[in-house]
């Protein structure tokens, strides 16, 4: 089963050079006509020495003229095979690796839950790279060594085909010798991936989390992380090349004991017969020809392999599911209307988070979520762009499902500024005006950093819009990547605004300014905002108290206060926690 599943997935593999199908044909034609070389040299010793025995200087004067010809000849084989199957094998890394980005690109949010970054980088980054090793290098070895091992056989069994069947006496048992390494390689083969998405991901999150790891003295437990997962990843390298060590010597053993049985079956006198000197020294060159291009065959089996684990990698991604996208109907601008019928919610995992929501939220209306960690509050608000699907129960934008509007229509309505602030390696005016706000002209860029009171703080940076962030923007604070996230949600103008602890990493008199912002521009939008600051909202026109996944409680700032409940409890122990802190 697993060579039948190996079998297809190279198959799959090989099947994307279809396109490329004249540079393949190409490559072929030069590597059967080095191929044509190889016997040709052989047939080369027995003309030189039947013209020495025949003393026939015509022939003689022949010779040198032929050895050109015949590396004339394998030199324009070896690059049209070389140059036209390496042009294939690029293209086809080039447009799996296109591929397998694009699909990063849109797969649901619980498949970056369940795969770490470390190891989706390693498919795109290592697994690629090791199907380049099949596709490329191991390709061509295989057409142009398979292509010498036809011409030199047909040779040998043209020559001699009685001798030459003495030959093939070792063929099952090396094609069961190479049957079993190559079950062994591949299966190493996926345990080295495994083990390099392991290394990649500590690298990533020691990277990532560096301030951490220095502020708590990690050091020497991220170090010993790392040896543990680089020792299994060099345990199961060497058992790779183990394998691959002992597999060709053992090739090429039998295919010496093949050669000596031929040997001495060909000077036996009833076998030789009337063979001449040249004939006899010909076939023996041409069967020790053998022994070079069965053991690249032999090496080339571990690259296969090896290349075959990684497309099955690779392939296992890109068949995975994408985010459901079956709705056809396109808004270009909707009121904000929302309600929830019943919205029950459990992640992959099978925890449940959400029950029986039922809220209606008209448009241009501000509501505030409120309750403890854990009580549902942003799995809520991500439900709205799609990022993830509905268990039980129905949203309705505008009075219509979710799921009828297609997944780029429905995100065009919807602005997000979170808690956790993604920034890009590139210039606060890319940041801003990101995707397909890039079309903003710098004027409205401009002014939704006023907005945000952003733009003070980037006209004192050193090349002002034109500056770069840093990898997560580390070059700016948190106060100030917060604002940048803002000025980005401000030019997207999307008519409902999910802002998630959007004032969190502010400080108290920059969250002065940002609030007077945030008040002016949830004027006519639908605005969800989450905040554990109960002093921030207020003034919602609706405040939601979520316990345990489940609505509590709902009302103004003042009813909810009169009711005495969860969030008048809320209100008041962070009220005394506020009047402890130092003034």
Do not use: C
């Not at 053992?250 to 063979?275: E, N």
């Not at 840093?470 to 604070?477: H, P, V």
Request: proline residues 3%; aromatic residues 10%.
């Amino acid at each position: 089963m697993a060579d039948k599943t190996g079998w297809l997935a190279y198959k799959r593999l090989l099947g994307y050079s279809k396109a490329y199908w004249g540079a393949f044909a190409l490559g072929v034609l030069g590597f059967i006509l080095n191929a044509q070389t190889e016997w040709a040299g052989a047939q080369l010793i027995k003309f030189v020495i039947d013209a020495i025995q025949n003393k026939s200087q015509a022939d003689k004067n022949l010779f040198p003229l032929f050895v050109i010809g015949i590396f004339f000849l394998r030199g324009v084989g070896t690059f049209m095979g070389s140059y036209y199957l390496s042009l294939v094998a690029r293209n086809v890394v080039y447009q799996l690796r296109k591929e397998l980005f694009a699909k990063l690109l849109v797969l649901p949010n619980q498949y970056y839950h369940l795969h770490s970054a470390g190891h989706l980088s390693a498919k795109l980054i290592y697994d690629v790279e090791q199907v380049t090793e099949a596709a490329s290098e191991a390709l061509k070895t295989l057409v142009r060594e398979g292509f010498v091992v036809i011409g030199l056989l047909g040779y040998l069994f043209y020559t001699n085909w009685r001798l030459s069947i003495s030959l093939l006496i070792i063929g099952p048992i090396a094609a069961g010798l190479v049957r079993k390494a190559s079950k062994r390689f591949r299966m190493l083969s996926h345990k080295i991936q495994h083990t390099m998405g392991d290394v990649n991901h500590i690298v990533n999150e020691t990277i990532n989390g560096f301030a951490v790891v220095k502020s708590y003295g990690g050091q020497a437990f991220e170090q010993q992380r790392f040896e543990q997962a680089s020792r299994e990843n060099l345990k199961q390298s060497m058992k790779m090349v183990v394998t691959a060590s002992l597999n060709t010597p053992i090739i090429q053993f039998l295919m010496a004991v093949a050669m000596g049985f031929v040997i001495w079956l060909a000077l036996q006198p009833h076998i030789l017969g009337d063979v001449s000197a040249g004939e006899f020294v010909a076939y023996i060159t041409a069967a020790g020809l053998l022994s070079k291009p069965v053991r690249s065959l032999t090496d080339v089996n571990s690259k296969i392999q090896k290349g075959i684990a990684a497309a099955q990698s690779v392939f296992e991604l890109l068949d995975s599911p994408v985010e459901p996208d079956h709705g056809q109907y396109q808004a270009s601008r909707v009121r904000g209307d929302l309600e929830f019928k019943q919205v029950s919610f459990s992640y992959p995992t099978g925890e449940r988070v959400l029950h029986d929501i039922n809220l209606t939220i008209p448009a241009g209306k501000t509501v505030a979520l409120v309750g403890r960690s854990g009580s549902g509050k942003s799995t809520l608000v991500s439900l709205l762009p799609r990022f993830y699907e509905l268990n039980e129960g129905q949203i309705l934008l505008d009075g219509q499902p979710l799921s009828d509007y297609t997944l780029a229509s429905l995100r065009e309505q919807v602005a997000n500024v979170s808690q956790k602030v993604v920034l890009f390696d590139n210039t606060i005016l890319h940041n801003i005006a990101y995707g397909s706000l890039a079309n903003k002209s710098f004027a409205e860029v401009e002014a939704a950093a006023k907005a945000a009171y952003a733009h003070e703080f980037i006209e004192k940076l050193p090349e002002g819009y034109q500056t770069r962030v840093g990898q997560d923007g580390t070059q700016l604070s948190g106060g100030q990547r917060q604002r940048l996230a803002i000025a980005r949600a401000l030019l997207k103008d999307a008519p409902i605004l999910i802002l998630d602890e959007a004032t969190s990493a502010l400080d108290n008199e920059s969250e002065f300014y940002i609030q007077a912002a945030l008040e002016t521009i949830m004027q006519h939008r639908t605005t969800l905002v989450i905040a554990h600051r109960l002093s921030t909202i207020e003034k919602a026109d609706l405040i939601v108290v979520l316990e345990a996944g489940r609505i509590v409680e709902q009302g103004t700032h003042a009813e909810l206060l009169a009711k005495a409940g969860l969030y008048a409890q809320l209100h008041s122990r962070q009220f005394a926690e506020d009047e402890d802190l130092p003034s």
